[in-house]
């Protein structure tokens, strides 16, 4: 059995430096960091490579989401707000920086790459700051019993996007994982 977190959205690595650090229960594990923009890619390899003495880093430079593939994605005025939405806000709206250039990134569907990367016995904490990915994957993951019950935590940050169907708001998406015995606890980083 191994225990396994997943910062999707991993950003520059802020995610140790708020959370991890502080909590020892986490020394040992495999921290599976997945950023698709190109521009934090760097940072994030030089944060991981001060602490591989702690966790076994794995970074992965491209998104979790609900389908795989290359798709487009938006390099935003506030860096931490990168996203494959075009239309983007948490506690404030981002703005698509014009680089005069379409930027695709690629992504795999979150059910497959636990599948794949994982065992059936171990433990995963799903951390989701992906800027609008979080609707896509957990809509996807919930119909995916196999990889889902490989997930013991689930720690989410929610943002608005156009593109939100139906199913796809967010207190649908705690009742439905509500009723399989899932809780979608809040990030609040």
């Known amino acids: ?3 396994h977190f997943f910062d999707v959205g991993a950003n520059v690595g802020q995610t140790f430096d708020d959370f991890l650090l502080n909590h020892p229960q986490f020394d040992g594990w495999d921290i599976w960091c997945f950023e698709p923009s190109p521009r934090h890619v760097p940072a994030l ?6 602490l591989t003495s702690r966790y076994r880093i794995h970074i992965c430079p491209f998104g979790l989401r609900g389908r795989s593939g290359p798709q487009t994605f938006f390099q935003k ?5 990168d996203s494959f939405e075009s239309y983007l806000a948490s506690d404030h709206e981002t703005v698509n920086l014009d680089t005069g250039y379409l930027l695709h990134s690629a992504a795999y569907e979150a059910g497959q790459f636990i599948l794949q990367h994982t065992a059936p016995d171990d433990k ?5 700051d992906c800027e609008g990915s979080e609707f896509d994957l957990l809509s996807t993951l919930i119909g995916n019993t196999e990889a889902l019950a490989r997930v013991d935590q689930i720690l ?5 996007i156009q ?3 139906p199913i796809r708001n967010i207190r649908e998406l705690h009742l439905m994982y509500l009723s399989i015995g899932k809780r979608l606890e809040r990030w609040a980083f």
């Open 163 to 165: 593109s939100i169907a």
């Open 124 to 128: 995963i904490w799903l951390k989701l």
């Open 156 to 160: 989410v940050e929610w943002h608005t």
């Open 77 to 81: 005025d506030d860096e931490r707000g």
């Open 45 to 50: 390899i030089e944060k991981a490579r001060a």
């Open 1 to 3: 059995m191994a225990n």
